[in-house]
């Protein structure tokens, strides 16, 4: 399997650490002249050095993030009557989702009345003291005893209104009621937020209570990938880094934290990354397999070279090519690391202005025989 692709032009992708050359490959020295050199029909051609970029491999699902992802519940127990949304739909916040036929709601309903009524009067009341106490009627005592009570009966009706908030009434319904004094006869159940109805449990005819959830709705806008990174990629792996997504090119993510314990079953760590933009075309939920792109790997043991895939003979387990030296040729081992049309890709040591032998390699083999035992 490959562990390399395409970046841009002479860019590629690299798995952290398959650069390392084994040191156990011995180079050889091959003398010939310029004239064997010539009669052996052998030509040279120049490495070129490619860009690479270290890559650790891992997999992961994609999730929304916590304040994205809501349950949406009843407020009050009741039956389900009527579904207005369901899985798949986009809603916006405050959008109705469903209605319940729910006596609870009703005497909430009656209870805020209640309330409004009971604080209009002790209101009046208190005007009405305040007016008798400023002409000598009534006493200090009275007064405040008739202020207390006023703001008692507007804690109570605060209260019930704020009720009616949470069982998904809006201002101006509740203003409404206190002004008709006629009561809602269902209960509704809102969307908290803009999003996509993930999951619908609600039925119709179904009894329901505060602590089932009727619809999952998520923000889709903003996703995350929560991915199982191997303890020994931690030191490859840092906040900022790309991540790409195998099999949707046009999935890139961002590595936004790295978790700091390790998971005591699968013994992985978590990394979260978040994905940029929105035609990704991922979904909550699914599955997906990554490569977190780290710096150019200019810092390895040695460099990935493109060079003519006739250039590099097997020979054991290895790959080796011939370099050029002044008395003849060097048998070089390299890492092959991948391949493109007629080109190979092979990580390895060459110097400045390092030539290969390309036409006439076959000859330069039978010559040097293969690696000595062990080598390979």
Avoid: C, Y
């Avoid at 208190?126 to 008692?152: K, P, Y």
């Avoid at 890492?335 to 110097?351: K, P």
């Amino acid at each position: 399997m490959s562990h390399w692709s395409r970046r841009g032009a002479g860019a590629l992708w690299l798995v952290a650490g398959l650069l390392a050359i084994p040191s156990s490959l011995q180079a050889a020295e091959l003398a010939l002249s310029g004239e064997e050199v010539a009669n052996l029909g052998i030509t040279l051609a120049a490495p070129e050095l490619a860009e690479v970029t270290r890559a650790v491999p891992a997999r992961g699902r994609v999730v929304i993030p916590p304040a994205g992802d809501v349950a949406v519940s009843p407020a009050h127990e009741g039956l389900v009557v009527r579904l207005l949304r369901a899985s798949g739909d986009r809603v916006a916040a405050g959008e109705l989702l469903a209605e319940i036929n729910s006596p609870v709601f009703l005497e909430s309903q009656r209870g805020f009345l209640d309330a409004a009524t009971a604080d209009e009067l002790a209101r009046q009341r208190l005007a009405r003291d305040r007016q008798l106490a400023a002409e000598g009627i009534v006493s200090r005592r009275r007064l405040e005893e008739t202020g207390a009570e006023a703001a008692a009966a507007a804690a109570a009706f605060a209260e019930h209104r704020q009720m009616l908030r949470i069982a998904g009434l809006d201002d101006a319904a509740i203003d409404a009621l206190a002004k008709d004094r006629r009561l809602l006869p269902l209960l509704p159940v809102r969307a908290p937020l803009d999003g996509t109805v993930l999951d619908s449990a609600a039925r119709v005819g179904s009894g329901v209570s505060p602590t089932e959830a009727l619809f999952r709705i998520g923000d889709v806008s903003t996703l995350w990938l929560e991915l199982e990174l191997a303890q020994r990629h931690l030191g490859d792996v840092a906040p900022g880094m790309t991540v790409s997504v195998d099999g949707a090119g046009a999935a890139i993510a961002r590595v936004l934290a790295i978790g700091g314990a390790v998971h005591p079953e699968t013994q992985m760590v978590t990394v979260r990354a978040e994905l940029e933009g929105g035609s990704h075309g991922l979904r909550p939920g699914q599955f997906v397999a990554v490569r977190i792109a780290g710096d150019t790997a200019s810092g390895s043991a040695a460099d990935v070279w493109s060079v003519p895939a006739a250039s590099v003979v097997q020979a054991g387990d290895g790959h080796f090519v011939f370099l050029r030296t002044a008395s003849g040729f060097r048998v070089a081992p390299v890492r092959q690391v991948g391949a493109d049309g007629d080109r190979a890709l092979v990580a390895a040591e060459f110097g400045a202005g390092a030539r290969l032998a390309h036409d006439g390699v076959s000859a330069l083999k039978s010559l040097w025989g293969g690696p000595a035992d062990g080598d390979s």
